[in-house]
């Protein structure tokens, strides 16, 4: 893997060299990462596994014609080849009156900052080893847990770097640490199975292996004996774990391409309340240790923090150029790519901000309903918003968690779940998009 320097250098030669090969505009973005990976299972060790692996993907445009190649060979040979073919193939493509690089008076031009990524370490075979078998240790000795689908751990670093043609060069690199345990509890046909993990930045964020085993294991227990629902409307409180896909659906239908296309069900939503007036959503791309912190997008505008739905209300699109060109808007610092392709748009480190009461007390009124720890399926229409899910997880009763249930399906509209969903005040941040519990009203179960 090259340094960031490098990294930063090995991507301005290869857009200089597409300028000479023809190209009136050219970006180049390398990616590296190192990653080792250790699984083990019933106190054995199964597999030790060790990627490593670069590439240099460039963008040229001729006139409003724009094609994108990419090589997982360096050498400057390699490099003057792939430019000379990527020009060619723009040559041959359709104009595209959208396509062009990020406006350059909007490129980030300062330093890029440091939001504390890399941790810097090194970490053995034989440590992650240790770190996946306590995890297993843990959840196996839990009263209950009868088998297992393993520990694992990981550790790995990744490099970026960008450079285009308008002026901006730029990189930065990341580590990433983590720890998982799946097991099963109970015998025959009633066997049930859960997981716990955690990912960190920093080795020293990372949870305890042995806490995320006896969570594991715990939660595959307690899942034992589930029952099954009548069918009917009902009130559904989403666990952390899960609540946050509600958030993704969002993300999903403010992208500029989709808006563009026509093909969300927010078409008309931008600055109007579609949530209650109490929901704020942040998407923070420059938190200290965040799990998809970065300092430029994928065009080498500046990242920013910003509310995409602010007391209810949606803010803004996510765009990157293109989309924004089509949109007749500026493009919004959320442009995401790989070595492959143009941009898109995405999120960082997205998250829900929390309510004001705790989720026993967002539950104590409910009669009947389903807290639900687990979804299944991709069932949502994301030019209707129409809603349904494979989901299990617990019955409430009486205002608490009751027996565990499993094999109904919710559904729902997501204009309407946005509208009727209240969030509680457990927000943590352990995944790359996060939301605290929620509750949502109106929603439909369908069981028996």
Same mark, same amino acid.
């Given at each position: 893997m090259l340094t960031t320097e490098q990294a930063r250098e090995r991507a301005a030669d290869l857009v200089a060299l597409a300028r000479k090969a023809g190209a009136d505009a050219a970006d180049a973005i390398y990616v590296a990462d190192a990653a080792t990976g250790v699984q083990v299972r019933l106190g054995a060790l199964e597999d030790v596994q060790r990627s490593e692996g670069e590439e240099i993907g460039l963008r040229v445009f001729v006139g409003k014609q724009s094609?994108?190649?990419?090589?997982?060979?360096?050498?400057?040979? =390699?490099?003057?080849?792939? =430019?000379?073919?990527?020009?060619?193939?723009?040559?041959? =493509?359709?104009?595209?009156?959208?396509?062009?690089?990020?406006?350059?008076?909007?490129?980030?031009?300062?330093?890029?900052?440091?939001?504390?990524?890399?941790?810097g370490g090194d970490v053995s075979p034989q440590a992650l080893r240790d770190r996946a078998m306590a995890a297993e240790d843990a959840a196996r000795a839990v009263a209950g847990v009868t088998n297992s689908e393993g520990g694992s751990a990981s550790a790995g670093r990744a490099l970026v770097a960008l450079a285009t043609s308008g002026g901006f060069s730029g990189s930065y690199a990341g580590s990433s640490h983590g720890v998982s345990a799946s097991v099963l509890a109970g015998e025959g046909s009633a066997m049930q199975r859960d997981y716990a993990y955690h990912s960190a930045r920093h080795l020293s964020d990372l949870d305890d292996a042995g806490v995320i085993g006896t969570k594991a294991g715990e939660r595959a227990v307690a899942r034992l004996n589930p029952v099954r629902l009548k069918s009917g409307p009902t009130t559904v409180m989403f666990d952390p774990r899960v609540a946050g896909s509600m958030v993704g659906h969002l993300v999903g239908a403010i992208t500029g391409a989709a808006i563009a296309r026509r093909t969300s069900f927010l078409l008309d939503a931008l600055e109007t309340e579609i949530f209650a007036p109490g929901i704020t959503i942040i998407d923070d791309p420059h938190r200290i240790r965040g799990l998809r912190s970065k300092p430029f997008d994928g065009e080498g505008l500046p990242t920013s923090r910003r509310a995409?739905?602010?007391?209810?209300?949606?803010?803004?699109?996510?765009?990157?150029?293109?989309?924004?060109?089509?949109?007749?808007?500026?493009?919004?610092?959320?442009?995401?790519?790989?070595?492959?392709?143009?941009?898109?748009?995405?999120t960082t480190n997205l998250h829900m901000e929390a309510g004001t009461h705790t989720p026993a007390e967002l539950m104590a009124d409910i009669v009947e309903g389903i807290y639900v720890t687990d979804l299944i399926g991709q069932g949502v229409n994301g030019l209707t918003g129409d809603y349904s899910r494979g989901a299990s997880g617990f019955v409430i009763r009486n205002g608490v968690l009751a027996e565990p249930v499993a094999e109904v399906t919710i559904a729902g509209n997501l204009k309407d779940m946005f509208r009727h969903v209240t969030p509680a005040n457990d927000l943590a941040f352990r995944y790359g998009t996060n939301a605290p519990t929620l509750r949502v009203e109106g929603m439909t179960l369908a069981g028996d």
């Open positions: 094609a994108s190649a990419s090589s997982s060979d360096l050498s400057a040979d =390699a490099l003057a080849k792939l =430019a000379e073919r990527a020009v060619a193939m723009a040559g041959q =493509a359709p104009e595209d009156e959208f396509a062009g690089l990020a406006p350059e008076e909007l490129l980030m031009r300062s330093a890029p900052a440091d939001f504390d990524i890399d941790d995409l739905i602010d007391k209810g209300v949606l803010t803004t699109w996510l765009l990157d150029s293109a989309s924004a060109r089509q949109l007749g808007l500026a493009p919004t610092g959320h442009a995401s790519r790989g070595v492959g392709g143009p941009p898109g748009a995405g």
